[in-house]
């Protein structure tokens, strides 16, 4: 059973940065693609950004520029840096876990709040 587990979120200022971090375990990570979504209040979860086990990511056009994904195989972690926060980038974000087999169901972390103050 996959288990993620997301670190790293809090209060910034707009103009500022974070870094989320997730943790995977329970199955091999490198048949995983790995994402980050957010919801912010009233809204439907989107996504924010994907990498592939061999390091090809996709980002949201809303965070292009702004924000990075990156895997590390050994360590089995994704991290999602996140530069020039906007007000706009609040909200819950989760870590999700997709077989590239497609294999059903995929997993997702517990999440974790980023607030950006203006």
């Known amino acids: 059973q996959v288990q993620l587990v997301e670190s790293g979120g809090g209060l910034v200022q707009r103009g500022g940065s974070l870094a989320l971090s997730c943790a995977f375990s329970g199955s091999t990570f490198a048949f995983y693609a790995m994402g980050w979504y957010r919801q912010a209040p009233g809204q439907q979860r989107e996504l924010v950004a994907t990498?592939?086990?061999?390091?090809?990511?996709n980002f949201a056009d809303s965070v292009k520029g702004r924000f990075t994904i990156s895997r590390d195989n050994p360590k089995t972690t994704v991290v999602l840096q996140m530069n020039n926060l906007k007000p706009d980038d609040t909200g819950v974000y989760y870590c999700?876990?997709?077989?590239?087999?497609?294999?059903?169901?995929?997993?997702w972390g517990q999440g974790t709040q980023v607030t950006v103050s203006s």
């Open positions: 990498i592939r086990p061999g390091g090809s990511t």
């Open positions: 999700n876990a997709e077989s590239i087999f497609g294999i059903r169901p995929s997993y």
